[in-house]
């Protein structure tokens, strides 16, 4: 049986991941790793909680060694927009954040590491359509770089000291859970967010922003299927592209209106314009599909349906 600890338990991904790997493990065999935030209520009665930061070297190991952790998830990440805010923020919790993880699993010979990478590692010299697995990474923003210096630093624990070390490179991540913070990608949550509360939206990108994007449940299970994956038979490790869908911030808002007819949008571009195009408009996953058999499962109605549904709900009991 694994022991896990997933740091960054409170953000986006971290929340639902935890609470999964629970329901999947047990829950105490999953440590929530939470840095400063308070642990929501599901967290803290559902398994224990720890405080965590991936840059206090000593309070990791005392966590590492409380619960003989033997995994480790590490969600903790400063996204691209704060990332340009503040680069030197970025480049320490992206990468010292991720080099004492590495260490620390490497010492205490631990079965697996799980660090996400992000479609970030792409620049404006990338393939912009159906971007190859293998292709140029010149990234422009702290973020991009320091992802693509991860996924290197990741495949080089694999080779040089056998770890498994594994990762993917999330598109756009859409949830109605835990709100992302400081991304690029946000303003696909955001807009469903201000539907139900008040029928309109402000984008921060143009219309025609086209960005791969990927729903939680399918977000969950490219996670989880590639954890599992059978080690011996992956060629890539720590750089997986996983797709799931590709739309225009315009064909978002479409989608919203079919069931909102009475939704209206409008389009004020600011800084992270510059960040979404840099970004390529979808992705060639077919190495995650040949290597782990990724499949994903939501398309934008079927998301749009669902995010509506669980957004309104949380509306209706004055949660938002
Ligand atoms: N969602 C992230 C961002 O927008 C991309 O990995 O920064």
Redesign the pocket.
């Known amino acids: 049986m694994s022991k896990i600890l997933v740091i960054g338990s409170a953000g986006q991904i971290g929340s639902e991941l935890t609470l999964l790997l629970r329901e999947m493990y047990g829950g105490s065999n999953v440590v929530a790793g939470i840095r400063k935030t308070k642990p929501s209520d599901k967290l803290s009665e559902t398994g224990p909680c720890e405080v965590v930061d991936a840059l206090d070297t000593d309070g990791l190991a005392s966590v590492v060694n409380k619960y003989k952790i033997d995994t480790i998830i590490n969600m903790a990440a400063i ?3 704060t990332g340009e805010k503040n680069p030197m923020l970025a480049w320490d919790v992206n990468m010292n954040g991720l080099i004492n993880v590495l260490e620390i699993a490497r010492e205490h010979r631990m079965k697996q590491v799980l660090v996400p990478s ?3 590692v792409f620049g404006p010299s990338t393939p912009v359509d159906n971007t190859p697995q293998e292709t140029v990474l010149k990234p422009t923003t702290m ?1 991009g770089v320091t992802k693509v210096a991860g996924e290197l630093l990741g495949d080089y624990y694999v080779k040089r000291y056998g770890l498994d070390v594994r990762g993917l490179r ?4 859409i949830s109605h859970e835990t709100l ?1 913070g ?5 303003y696909a949550v955001a807009i469903y967010y201000e539907a139900v509360k008040n029928n309109r939206y402000t984008c921060f990108v143009k219309e025609d922003t086209r960005l791969p994007m990927m729903y939680m449940p399918d977000c969950l299970k490219a996670t989880i299927d590639l954890m599992q994956a059978d080690f011996s038979k992956l060629r890539h490790h720590c750089d997986f592209n996983v797709g799931a869908m590709s739309f225009s911030a315009e064909e978002l808002a479409a989608s919203v209106k079919k069931q909102m007819p009475g939704f209206e949008i409008s389009y004020e571009p600011d800084s992270r314009q510059d ?1 979404a195009d840099s970004w390529p408009n979808s992705v060639d996953d077919s190495a995650a599909r040949e290597e782990w058999g990724w499949q994903p499962e939501y398309d934008l109605d079927a998301m749009t349906a669902d995010m509506l549904r669980a957004i309104k709900e949380k509306h209706d009991k004055g949660l938002i």
Do not use: E, N
């Not at 999330?170 to 991540?173: A, L, M, R, T």
């Not at 400081?182 to 946000?186: F, N």
């Open positions: 996204l691209s927009a992000s479609i970030a973020y999330y598109p756009g991540i992302p400081g991304g690029t990608t946000d960040i």
